[in-house]
């Protein structure tokens, strides 16, 4: 995984690679892309964003080329009650429908980061971090799921989820379009946590989808 960043970068242009680049990881993504901008600092990444990537171990950057980690996950279980039905109802084939229906994946270690700058020469740098808990959302709802396999609200919130990591990425690399994204409707602040709670179907509203 590590090599898909290398490849991205090195297929960029100078002229792109001299602008503001962001990149998107999902799930066991994360971690290895760290590691790769950490060991090649050529890479000029600036903005990392990431959903449901689970990162365990010391959150240190020290490719000084990264200023922004906007960091999204669900709070909905892959795994939930009517599965749990299905399972005692059928045994072992009904744990098989289940995963199958759901087309989702329960994964351990999310939650909020805060990484810190650290470059090779022991100096520090800034390092922007921005977490976001969309209600709701599940595993895969980052992508459009066109299956037919999915609840009529697990589809409204996998559609909205969609939409806000849509605008989310178009905002990323725009000061004026970030600094305006966080009073978009649906989107609070939880202070205690210092986490950016999304009711995505709220967010959605704004467009009329």
Do not use: C
């Given at each position: 995984?590590?090599g898909?960043?290398?490849?991205?970068?090195?297929?960029?242009?100078?002229?792109?690679?001299?602008?503001?680049?962001p990149?998107?990881?999902?799930?066991?993504?994360?971690?290895?892309?760290?590691?790769?901008?950490?060991?090649?600092?050529?890479?000029?990444?600036?903005?990392?964003?990431?959903?449901?990537?689970?990162?365990?171990?010391?959150?240190?950057?020290?490719?000084?080329?990264?200023?922004?980690i906007?960091?999204?996950y669900?709070?909905?279980?892959?795994?939930?009650?009517?599965?749990f039905?299905?399972?005692?109802?059928?045994?072992?084939?009904?744990?098989?429908?289940?995963?199958?229906?759901?087309?989702?994946?329960?994964?351990?270690?999310?939650?909020?980061?805060?990484?810190?700058?650290?470059?090779?020469?022991?100096?520090?740098?800034?390092i922007?971090?921005?977490?976001?808990?969309?209600?709701?959302?599940?595993?895969?709802?980052?992508?459009?799921?066109?299956?037919?396999?999915?609840?009529?609200?697990?589809?409204?919130?996998?559609?909205?989820?969609?939409?806000?990591?849509?605008?989310?990425?178009?905002?990323?690399?725009?000061?004026?379009?970030?600094?305006?994204?966080?009073?978009?409707?649906?989107?609070?602040?939880?202070?205690?946590?210092?986490?950016?709670?999304?009711?995505?179907?709220?967010?959605?509203?704004?467009?009329?989808?």
């Open positions: 995984m590590a898909k960043l290398n490849d991205f970068w090195y297929s960029l242009t100078p002229e792109q690679q001299a602008s503001e680049i990149y998107f990881m999902h799930s066991g993504h994360f971690r290895p892309s760290v590691e790769a901008l950490n060991q090649n600092l050529e890479i000029g990444i600036d903005t990392l964003i990431v959903y449901e990537g689970p990162f365990v171990g010391e959150q240190v950057i020290r490719n000084e080329g990264v200023s922004k906007i960091n999204v669900g709070t909905k279980s892959a795994f939930d009650i009517t599965d039905m299905q399972v005692v109802e059928m045994g072992p084939i009904g744990a098989i429908l289940s995963l199958m229906n759901m087309n989702d994946a329960p994964v351990p270690f999310l939650g909020p980061v805060n990484f810190t700058g650290i470059n090779d020469k022991g100096e520090n740098f800034n922007d971090n921005f977490n976001f808990e969309i209600v709701g959302a599940r595993h895969n709802d980052f992508s459009y799921n066109s299956s037919n396999s999915l609840t009529p609200e697990q589809e409204r919130v996998n559609i909205a989820t969609n939409l806000f990591m849509r605008k989310l990425a178009e905002a990323s690399t725009n000061d004026i379009l970030w600094s305006e994204f966080f009073i978009r409707p649906g989107i609070e602040l939880d202070n205690d946590r210092g986490v950016y709670v999304v009711d995505p179907l709220k967010f959605q509203e704004e467009y009329n989808i």
